[in-house]
């Protein structure tokens, strides 16, 4: 069940029971948008419980809010004929042998159901480029490592919880990492500068090392 909330004097805040219904309302959201059954919105931006609307002078809290009341949410999405990126990964993160470990899965295997599913970006955030991909296979849910790192190098791709996340630059973090990739994740002469936006398919390919 959907409740809404005003957020500043030009945003509306949607708050959903779950990540999967945060995906389909966004989804939903944009397609509204498309066809102009939006009018006023500026911006929408998904989270993992959330989803925030922003409009201009010409919308109000109550019109939005009853905009959203009209739509029809639907949950799944596979037939979604939806951009994909394909993500070359070299496989040899210094955490695959953890992942193996907690997976209760040898190394291989670990690489080869992460490869063999096809993801979608569930939203962004953390930095600039960074998104929060799922979809994978249920075995490779893992936890955080008990212990940051202070350098994560750029590109690595990395486990946590249900979450695919490749890091778009240098800098703290503390996913299990099990990979490295050389996508352009982040391009500001690029539109839209993120390569990975909310709704996009994602399919990560194996590259030996």
């Not at 953390?126 to 249920?138: K, L, N, Q």
């Not at 490779?140 to 249900?162: C, N």
């Amino acid at each position: 069940m959907m409740r809404t909330l005003a957020a500043g004097h030009r945003g509306l805040l949607v708050e959903c029971d779950d990540l999967p219904e945060v995906m389909a309302l966004h989804r939903t959201l944009e397609e509204a948008r498309g066809a102009g059954a939006l009018p006023g919105v500026v911006d929408l931006v998904p989270a993992a419980r959330t989803v925030l609307i922003t409009f201009d002078d010409t919308a109000s809290h109550g019109r939005v809010a009853e905009a959203l009341a009209a739509l029809d949410v639907r949950r799944g999405d596979e037939d979604r004929p939806d951009h994909e990126v394909e993500v070359f990964v070299t496989y040899d993160g210094d955490d695959l042998d953890e992942v193996a470990s907690l997976s209760g899965l040898s190394v291989d295997e670990v690489v080869r159901r992460h490869s063999a599913a096809t993801y979608r970006v569930a939203f962004t955030g953390f930095a600039p480029g960074f998104a929060y991909i799922v979809g994978g296979d249920a075995a490779l849910v893992v936890p955080r490592r008990t212990t940051p790192r202070t350098r994560v190098p750029r590109g690595s791709v990395a486990l946590a919880g249900e979450f695919t996340g490749i890091y778009p630059r240098e800098g703290p973090g503390g996913w299990q990492l099990i990979g490295r990739t050389e996508a352009p994740l982040w391009d500001l002469d690029r539109e839209p500068p993120a390569l990975l936006a909310p709704g996009t398919r994602v399919r990560f390919t194996r590259l030996d090392p």
